[in-house]
């Protein structure tokens, strides 16, 4: 064992790839302060840019690389050992591949003991990421890795202690003054979240994309660790796979199985084949509904709230794309009482790899034909003349260019429009590009950095729409003036802020809950919580369950509850 242990550190100085069994599955370690070795792992793995984790032998090594306030020390050294954003060093030793572009680096300390004798002996800290292939589900047999990690590993560190089930690393950052998980898995899943009532035993399978289960059982609802995105046989079957395990571990058959509007969903798909089959009830609940019940049921809250449902995608009651919501409402039901300006996004799913395409729409529809000529903005110039002319006609025909309201793809329209992005290699990447440039500047501690416009247009029925024109308008009048690209993302930042509070007054209701992945981010949630407590509002925030979709299922189960406790009153 000792013997292996140093060939496992001796191939690590040397630049290799290790794959090593932890805890939950297969960690792939290469040396993280060699830009070759970490190159050669994000080939292997095909992961281009997306930030890669980080292993650290002790806190001292962590307060090294990156500030550990007392917060942070306390969640990265629990026993959850969960992989924790930190604000990284000047001149931390780490490649720059490691997490090019971010202010942040992610790091966790060893989980297990095999991990702690590995970290000795190399005495530098190490990438830690997942086992697996993208959309893959983490490995977790030795037998299964060399299959499955042939051509990603040079060498395999294993011990001899099976895993019962896959478990990937949870993430976590602290923000507005509290602990936030972003995945949730190991340490975390399956914590129940406690309801007050007694429940009928429901499924509920969560989206598409960071899908994670929820199951109902008395007065609890438990939710599983992080599955992933359902885009391969791999994922759909480690899905399958949790599903049948909750059941086995509580003993339960659910009654009711809910699932998410979106009847192309893999998650959907299953959810009612498995109703056919059990012959149970399927019941459909819409997205942001979903995140709105679940921040509720994570922060206890009785009776309705508004919620500021801000995300990339979800089927809307009208067949659009929503995903800027404003939902006033609880588990019983809710009324869609704002929302951003609707947009089309040319080409689809298309539009949210190339933030380039949903910058053209928003210029095509402030500036009209204009746009295609403006030659000074990247995003118009990366495109052919003939790429212009065809986008165009596609959002004109509306063919193939769904109407969204996403406050996601605004995120992306402006990190296109600034500059900072025009292709995305990960989801999210350009969002956290724009918010990674707003921490850039000092305005943020200079007092209110905006002075953009972004007017909410209330009409005569009582319904709302921020409109994005007008802060649109003045980012790329700013820019063309030479105004630095990082006080644009932080004035943008701002506006949004303003733009919720105002929404949160119209609407009326004394309590705002934040959620939808767009509260992933650091500045807009800390911004808004600010704006929204002077002006006094109480605030719920997401904690133990994730903002993003790593969360629906939750809200899912007790929509289903509420809507099928109306159906047994006869209502």
Request: glycine share 10%.
């Amino acid at each position: 064992r000792h013997e292996a242990l140093l060939a496992a550190a001796d191939a690590l100085r040397a630049g290799a790839v290790v794959a090593v069994k932890g805890l939950g599955g297969f960690h792939l370690m290469c040396d993280a302060r060699s830009a070759d070795a970490v190159a050669d792992l994000r080939r292997r793995k095909q992961r281009e840019e997306k930030p890669l984790a980080l292993m650290v032998k002790s806190v001292a090594m962590a307060r090294a690389l990156a500030d550990v306030p007392p917060e942070s020390e306390a969640l990265l050294s629990g026993p959850e050992a969960p992989i924790v954003l930190l604000p990284r060093r000047a001149k931390a030793d780490i490649a720059p591949n490691v997490a090019p572009g971010r202010p942040e680096l992610g790091l966790m300390l060893p989980a297990t003991p095999l991990h702690h004798l590995l970290l000795r002996k190399t005495g530098f800290p190490v990438v830690a990421t997942s086992g697996n292939r993208s959309e893959e589900p983490i490995c977790t047999d030795e037998r299964e890795a060399l299959v499955r990690l042939a051509g990603m590993a040079d060498l395999f560190l294993v011990h001899d202690r099976p895993i019962a089930r896959h478990v990937d690393d949870s993430v976590a950052r602290v923000y507005a003054g509290a602990p936030r998980l972003i995945r949730r898995a190991r340490g975390w899943a399956p914590l129940p979240v406690p309801i007050r009532e007694d429940l009928p035993v429901i499924l509920g399978v969560g989206a598409h994309m960071k899908t994670a289960v929820a199951l109902s059982v008395g007065r609890q609802v438990f939710l599983s660790q992080h599955v992933g995105d359902l885009e391969t046989p791999e994922a759909l079957e480690a899905f399958e796979r949790v599903i049948a395990d909750f059941e086995r571990l509580w003993g339960v058959s659910p009654a009711a199985v809910a699932h998410d509007l979106h009847p192309g969903y893999a998650s959907t798909v299953f959810a009612r084949k498995l109703a056919a089959e059990r012959g149970i009830p399927a019941v459909a609940v819409q997205h942001h509904h979903a995140h709105l019940v679940a921040c509720l049921a994570e922060n206890e809250a009785d009776g309705p709230a508004l919620g500021v449902c801000w995300d990339g995608t979800g089927l809307g009651t009208d067949g659009t794309v929503w995903g800027g919501e404003f939902l006033l409402g609880d588990a019983s039901g809710f009324a869609r009482v704002a929302h951003l300006r609707e947009f089309r996004l040319p080409g689809g799913d298309a539009a949210v790899r190339e933030p380039r395409r949903a910058a053209l729409a928003i210029l095509l529809e402030l500036l009209g034909e204009g746009a295609l000529d403006r030659e000074d903005l990247e995003c118009v110039r990366s495109f052919s003349k003939g790429e212009r002319a065809v986008l165009a006609k596609m959002i004109d025909n509306g063919v193939n260019a769904p109407v969204t309201t996403s406050a996601g793809r605004l995120f992306d329209a402006v990190a296109s429009l600034l500059g900072i992005a025009q292709k995305n290699s990960f989801e999210g990447q350009s969002a956290m590009a724009v918010e990674a440039a707003a921490f850039e500047t000092s305005a943020l501690s200079e007092g209110k950095p905006t002075s953009h416009a972004f007017p909410l247009i209330v009409s005569p029925d009582g319904s709302a729409v921020l409109d994005w024109g007008p802060l649109v308008l003045d980012l790329l009048g700013d820019l063309s003036l030479g105004v630095p690209v990082r006080l644009l993302a932080a004035r943008f930042h701002a506006a949004l802020a303003d733009g919720i509070l105002a929404a949160s007054t119209h609407a009326g209701a004394h309590r705002v809950a934040l959620t939808g992945g767009c509260f992933q981010n650091r500045l807009l949630t800390e911004l808004c919580v600010a704006r929204l407590q002077a002006g006094g509002f109480e605030t719920l925030l997401h904690g133990a369950i994730p903002p993003n979709d790593g969360g629906i299922g939750v809200g899912q189960v007790l929509v289903a509850a509420a809507r099928l406790k109306h159906l047994h009153r006869g209502d």
